[in-house]
């Protein structure tokens, strides 16, 4: 599975983006898609993923503002991002999560994008 971002950018506090992920590859092995950021100096953490069947999970700081959605036909995740705050700058990445199925065993294989710069200014 390979994982494109598009859409980072520079937005003043208040603005609006629109992060896009198109996915290649063994697509139809993609279970969940979601969206993960990076400020410098702070680890990884989740923002929102939405599952093959369209549940989603938001963590609390952006619970309202942002909005995941995926378009299967597209194979493409996106995520709307409004009400933008400086705290929100980071890289983002676009993550798809795999499940396998073997004789032996279950497990599960991340996969992810390069990344896309967000800088939101005050």
């Not at 980072?8 to 979601?34: F, H």
């Not at 999560?97 to 004789?103: A, G, K, N, R, S």
Request: with cysteine.
């Amino acid at each position: 599975v390979q994982l494109v971002e598009s859409g980072g950018g520079s937005v003043q506090s208040g603005g609006s983006l629109r992060l896009s992920c198109e996915a290649s590859g063994r697509v139809s092995d993609i279970n969940a898609m979601g969206w993960y950021r990076q400020a410098p100096g702070k680890e990884r953490e989740l923002v929102a993923k939405i599952s093959s069947g369209g549940n989603t999970d938001y963590t609390d700081s952006v619970k309202g503002r942002f909005t995941v959605s995926r378009d299967h036909a597209k194979n493409t995740v996106y995520l709307q991002m409004n009400s933008l705050k400086p705290e929100d700058t980071a890289v983002y990445y676009c993550n798809a999560v795999v499940h396998i199925v073997t004789i032996e065993r279950q497990f599960d294989i991340s996969y992810w994008g390069q990344g896309t710069q967000v800088t939101v200014s005050s």
